[in-house]
């Protein structure tokens, strides 16, 4: 739980939560990162979600914490506030830290409102905790929240980050990525998180790059997953690229299909494209498999084609949430497709092939609408289709 001689990982893992945010599956569980920063004063650096209170009390007694002077708070999302009047009630004399978004955010969730709990920080300020360990807080607004900062310790050339470099997955007895026989997971996992929770913030999370680019770094301890010590350089250009849609040569066809018919133009487009030299495709029900692990594979890949039946005179409902959810976390930068289905009304194609335009990605070649079933032409359409978008792809490699 020592990650440096002056900081105690105090996170708990949470193996309980089946929907991160209601929303996100976690089929790996997740960890609420918390962090010790020990001077001749003690600063607790964020906190864990409500529900982890057992495992963060037993935490605290197995580090023999009996005083914390002050509570820093990066970020208020409740999954790392979500302790703070408990730890107030525990810790009275402690001051939490904050900028002014924050004490504001803290009044509205939780009530506390006195100014003498408070220290009220800015960008830039500093803290010094004693023995030469200062702490430094730097604003990165939107990277989650408005009220954002990391927390920067140069004696150990350490960042708490917040959410920035955050993974999905429970830390299962691990703390650092030293110790993590696998990494490949977790990284998996950071572009889970970032498609799901950060995409809509790439400009802010570029703007954060930028302005902390120049701190020098052995550590990043974000809220969520590993520590981050032998792979900081991997995890920061991994941002970097997630934030500027850099992408890969592959392609996700992803298709809705209420009786197998959409679907076999699907497995069509696939076939050709494989012939095509594209080899990695992955193809996804946007009915069976969760939104989240689709939109992770579109942050990978730069190749993008959708498909769905016309379903209420508009596109088939999963595929339509999917380009909904594509529109706001602002996608760019790929190369996309549109095909559908009707039997009476010819309607999903043309949208899905205006929501692809809409966002700015380059539509290539022809959209294949099918009546009913298919029929060899509407094969060979699709085929053409699927040529045009595998040359733009294999030639981007
Ligand atoms: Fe992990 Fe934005 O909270």
Redesign the pocket.
Known sequence: MQITDSVIYMGVDDHTTTLFESLWPLPAGVS?NSYLVKGEATALIDTAEIHTLPEFLARLRQHDVNKIDYLVVN?M?P??SGLIPELKLLYPDMKIVGNALTVNMINGYYGISDSESFLIVKDGDTLNLGKGRVLSFHTVPMV??PE?MVTYLACEQLLFS??AF?TFGAMNGAVSDTMIGDADIYFREMRRYYAC?VAKYATPVQNALAKLGSLPLKYICS??GPVWCEQVHRVIEEYDRLSRNVTEPGAVIVYGSMYGNTAQMAEIIASRLSEKGVDKIKVYNAATTDLSFILADIWKYNGLIIGAPTYNASIFPPVRNLLEALKLRGLKHHVAGAFGSFTWASVACRQIADALTDMGLDLTGEPVEMKMSLTPETESKLRAMADAIAAKIVKSV
């Open positions: 609420y970020h999302e999954d790392h989650h929240w954002t917040g959410d955050g929770i809220t969520h």
